[in-house]
């Protein structure tokens, strides 16, 4: 069994940024795709950036030429590079990842959340 953990959130000013990580741990595995997703009150909890086994990324409109996200696989993290952040980006962010494990594929492995507060 997989599980992963984000880390990184925190209260930052409108402009600044944030770098969270998402740390998996348990079986031996390799990243094969992960997003992640952010949760904002009151609202649905939505896609924020993709990252597919291809190497290709999708972005929401809102976070575009702002968020980068990136997966290291020799230390089994994620990353979501956030710059330039808004009051708007203020949500719990998740990572859900896909891991390959021997010759099968686990998908939906969910961190459980780390809180981003951007306000001055």
């Known amino acids: 069994q997989v599980q992963f953990v984000e880390s990184g959130g925190g209260l930052v000013q409108p402009g600044g940024s944030l770098k969270l990580s998402c740390v998996g741990s348990?079986?031996?595995?390799?990243?094969?795709?992960m997003s992640w997703h952010r949760q904002a009150p009151g609202k649905q909890r939505e896609l924020v950036a993709a990252?597919?086994?291809?190497?290709?990324?999708t972005y929401a409109d809102s976070v575009k030429g702002r968020f980068t996200i990136s997966t290291d696989n020799a230390k089994n993290t994620g990353y979501l590079q956030m710059n330039s952040l808004k009051p708007e980006d203020t949500a719990v962010y998740y990572c859900?990842?896909?891991?390959?494990?021997?010759?099968?594929?686990?998908?939906?492995?969910w961190g459980q959340g780390t809180q981003v507060t951007v306000s001055s």
């Open positions: 859900n990842v896909a891991v390959r494990t021997g010759l099968t594929i686990q998908f939906n492995n």
């Open positions: 348990g079986s031996t595995f390799s990243i094969y795709a």
């Open positions: 990252l597919g086994s291809g190497g290709g990324t």
